[in-house]
């Protein structure tokens, strides 16, 4: 990070409104196509797409190195199921059912990706139709499952990506994932996790994307506060279901080719479909910009869960601590563990700032690395963001009935050794 983006980031985060940011649409639905890798730095992605929350689509010239394109692809753009088969055909995966409604998503079941292939190509010669339905390799792992395995490069521009920064350290989950689909498999309408930031590469084949901008979906739910499956249903129409659904704007329209990157906005809900045979690597990212919509979300999705079970508040002694619980088994993390993400985050770049990397260290590739590579300015910058929002955690009521004492550092010694080691870089 440069000392322009430094200085325009600080400006634009002094002023944030977490509810605010990507909250409108773009002009006329344009989203910018990045061609030319030798003139688009970071910084200029920084500015121009993660600050203000805004998709853009990056050409075929950012992945062309990847092995996975060349290899996992066949001369006429086609999967090349029979590298695939040798490569991981004994990995078991996750497929869902794109044909089936089930609590508002498609089903999903484990299955050897053999005979995931093998689907596949009955599906492709019986003229895309099976009695089974449209099967779509969903949420694939890969990367955990075959770490020895160098299909892509992450893009410099994704690479402050917090919450594969953390769930690598925990060593528990990640958020990089393999889709694999037949032409007009698809996902429904929703948002990503933690409201993160997305970012798909195709690596054969070609998608369609329908974006609404943080703050649409909110004319799209039923009168039951529900959102739609599908925002293509003519069923929106019926003004005695979907009341709000005439002050919606039209969504986004992305048509991805093959090769290409797409970046989703942190909040922005989203619906895809394949339309060709299509293999794709997506990864969810939270970092210093949309950090604070996270924790936003989280606030969000404990409400939701004790207006739920408000009923049991006075009979259940533990009821803040069932809360947590509750909400950490639909999405993933509870306060604590949210604390913890900020502590491991601040540490990571405290460490890089105070001490620096020896030449072994800066050779792997390794969080620390990572950091080091964006510059101490960024590493400050993703301080002080952490600060403001460990700070708002710190001081919500929700947070203060649980019992702290299991973390180490406390919350308030974190925050003074996080404004110490920033007063100490700016110096």
Known sequence: MDRATFACSTAFFRDYNSSSQGAFCLPGGHVDFIEKVESFTYSDFFRDYLIPNHPCIFSAKFTEDWSSRRNWVTWDGKPNFDHLLQQFGEAV???????????NSNPKEE????????YWKEYIKNDYRSSRGCLYLKDWHLSRAFPEQDVYTTPVYFSSDWLNEYWDAIAVDDYRFVYMGPKGSWTPFHADVFRS???????????RWLLYPAGQEEYLKDHHGNL?????????????????YNQSQPPVEIVQEAGEIVFIPSGW??????????ISINHNWVNGCNVAIMWCFLQDELAAVQ???????DPMDDWHLQCQLIMKSCTGI?????????KVIAENRISVLENGLDDEASAKNTPKAAISTLGMLHAVFDLKRTVKVLTSLSANEDFKKLDLTSLSPPPEALLHHLKAAIDTALL
């Open 269 to 278: 809900h989203h619906q895809v479909y394949n339309l060709e045979d299509t």
């Open 228 to 244: 739609p499956f599908d925002v293509t249903a003519p069923s929106l129409q019926d003004r005695s279901v979907y009341p709000r």
């Open 111 to 118: 299955f050897p990706f053999k005979e995931y292939i093998k």
């Open 334 to 342: 509870d306060y604590k563990e949210f604390y913890n993400f900020l």
């Open 93 to 103: 995966v996750p497929v869902a059912n794109c044909d089936v409604k089930e609590y």
């Open 197 to 207: 930031y997305s970012w798909s590469a195709n690596i054969c084949g070609r998608k």
């Open 307 to 313: 207006r739920e079970i408000n009923e049991w508040k």
